[in-house]
């Protein structure tokens, strides 16, 4: 099994226990009495010295057994558990003692889902997580539960149903890492009774359905353009409220007002074919008149150079 515990599944689904792992100590264990009995046979000619060195061969190949580095051998002696061994070589009564498993305490990973699980405003979403664990307490694993990794599996399937019931779409989408510690807490509480703690819970993925994503993605454009709005308002409000300021400095100052008029025209006018409206309006208040008749003269003929000496101006 991936989950790191050595088991067989029955035909009921229950664990079955896994056969004695092969070592060389336990080859060894098993050829040399084998040997030294076909060794005695062929000397004596005696069929019986083959007999009880395979036979001593067999029992003395049950006692040695390897645990490795990340995994401890649980023992039983007639069916009661009498300890721990292990990692590494460690021996048994040979017909007496069994080692039904051995516990991984390597950190171990684990995923899970809730398919089409309503959240508290009745919507149905699809969530696949991954749980990150670890066996603290071997005694406890081996002893007060049958299948740990399966127990621990389920137990954060219906822990990750019971938080999906009581939060809202809205919050499962945003507030991912308040559920995910408090899926981590209340699976902790679970599975802590078989000596099993959980480390992290990480949520990958939320899934919800493509008709509400198409709602959802077009509330979220409503909402970008209805915003897009209230910044052209606030800005059109501003620049009305700096035309005002403006307009009370123009009012008593003739010579500014007719330089931005002048202004006004040589940025209209910069391009070739440029067209310009003005307001009649403003044509009266702000003495635009002659300007308009000056630069319009000027589209039509080529660069006219006058020469005042007087008043220091070259060219219009």
């Not at 061994?85 to 017909?95: D, H, I, T």
């Not at 209340?186 to 703690?197: A, E």
């Not at 309006?281 to 150079?305: K, T, W």
């Amino acid at each position: 099994m991936a989950n790191g515990l050595e088991l067989i599944q029955g035909k009921k689904g229950l664990p079955a226990p896994v056969a004695p792992r092969a070592n060389v100590v336990s080859a060894l264990m098993l050829v040399v009495p084998a040997a030294l009995g076909v060794a005695a046979t062929v000397a004596t000619g005696n069929p019986v010295g083959a007999v009880v060195g395979i036979l001593l061969g067999l029992l003395l190949a049950l006692s040695p057994r390897v645990a490795k580095q990340w995994e401890k051998g649980v023992v039983l002696r007639l069916g009661k558990y009498i300890g721990l061994r292990g990692p590494g070589l460690f021996w048994v009564v040979p017909l007496i003692d069994s080692v039904p498993t051995y516990i991984d305490q390597r950190v171990i990973t684990t995923s899970f889902a809730a398919e089409q699980t309503l959240t508290s405003d009745t919507v149905p979403v699809n969530v696949d997580a991954v749980l990150f664990w670890m066996v603290y307490d071997v005694e406890k694993a081996a002893l007060e539960v049958q299948d740990y990794p399966q127990a621990v599996s389920w137990a954060a399937q219906t822990a990750l149903r019971d938080i999906i019931g009581r939060t809202s779409l809205t919050e499962l989408l945003r507030g991912r890492e308040r559920i995910e510690d408090e899926l981590q807490q209340l699976i902790d509480s679970r599975s802590n009774p078989w000596g099993v703690t959980v480390q992290s819970v990480e949520m990958r993925d939320v899934i919800i359905p493509d008709s509400l994503q198409d709602a959802m993605s077009r509330e979220a454009q409503a909402s970008r353009e209805k915003q897009a709005r209230i910044i052209l308002g606030e800005a059109e409000v501003e620049i009305a409220h700096m035309f005002e300021t403006a307009a009370k400095h123009y009012e008593g100052n003739p010579t500014a007002l007719h330089l931005r008029a002048m202004n006004m025209l040589y940025e209209g006018l910069k391009e070739k074919g440029a067209l310009m409206l003005v307001p009649s309006s403003a044509v009266e208040s702000m003495g635009m008149g002659g300007l308009l008749g000056a630069a319009a003269f000027r589209q039509q003929q080529p660069i006219v150079r006058l020469r005042i000496a007087d008043c220091g101006l070259k060219s219009i």
